[in-house]
């Protein structure tokens, strides 16, 4: 069984610059989560989707943070414009109806 | 926000020794799971223990949760340069955080050789 995919696995952007990420989980799992962690700490959630409605957003910083989960299958995360703060390691998760949840390898994303 | 918060930050032991990591939160759960993070694999799932389980075990893994302290602990036993990695403790709570993971701070496990 494959696991989650994410693309680009890094990326190097100048600030004010727009990014996204893209995310293809496992076969099935309808719940699809957003993560974003910093050096030295744990993911913290942007954004979860149910099939392809996002039930919980309150974490998305909406002024320049967009997602998307058209066909509730595979997800895109845009930042734009990003900014210095932005830096960090940007992960994706999928469940089924069980509480684990699996990861994917995350993006690397470094803002200059 | 965080809700763990695991104890310690840092530990390094050799090969062959245990490695007990400690977790605590503050707001009532339903679950509390662990997972581990290296720069090969990325986060995976150890294992889940529920509120009302006090310990699990799982091949070289046992936790323990005490709710009336909102702690928890892992301990990996016979440890192998293979678990050099970080621990993370993450809650679940269906209605507080509307069943989403809370992850903690982590700890860094270092096993040499």
């Known amino acids: 069984e494959a696991g989650v995919v994410q693309s680009p696995r890094y990326k190097i952007i100048e600030k004010k610059q727009p990014v996204a990420f893209w995310c293809n989980p496992i076969?099935?799992?309808?719940?699809l989560y957003w993560y974003r962690q910093n050096l030295g700490q744990g993911p913290e959630l942007l954004i979860r989707?149910?099939?392809?409605?996002?039930?919980?957003d309150s974490q998305l910083p909406k002024d320049r943070f967009s997602a998307e989960r058209l066909k509730g299958v595979d997800s895109t995360l845009k930042i734009q414009p990003a900014e210095l703060g932005d830096s960090a390691v940007y992960l994706c998760?999928?469940?089924?109806?069980?509480?684990?949840?699996?990861f994917g390898p995350g993006t690397r994303l470094t803002v200059l | 926000s965080q809700q763990g918060e695991e104890d310690p930050q840092a530990l390094s032991i050799q090969e062959g020794e245990n490695a007990t990591m400690n977790c605590s939160y503050k707001?009532?759960?339903?679950?509390l799971q662990w997972y581990r993070q290296n720069s090969g694999r990325g986060l995976v799932h150890l294992i889940l223990?529920?509120?009302?389980?006090r310990e699990k075990h799982s091949g070289r893994l046992r936790v323990t949760l005490d709710t009336s302290k909102k702690s928890s602990s892992l301990l990996i036993t016979a440890s192998r340069a293979a678990d050099t990695a970080s621990y993370f403790c993450a809650t679940v709570n269906y209605g507080g955080s509307q069943g989403n993971l809370i992850f903690g701070k982590g700890t860094k496990l270092s096993v040499k050789p």
């Open positions: 076969s099935g799992h309808n719940t």
């Open positions: 998760a999928s469940s089924s109806m069980a509480d684990e949840q699996f």
């Open positions: 707001t009532s759960i339903n679950n």
């Open positions: 989707y149910e099939n392809e409605e996002a039930v919980d």
């Open positions: 223990i529920r509120s009302n389980e």
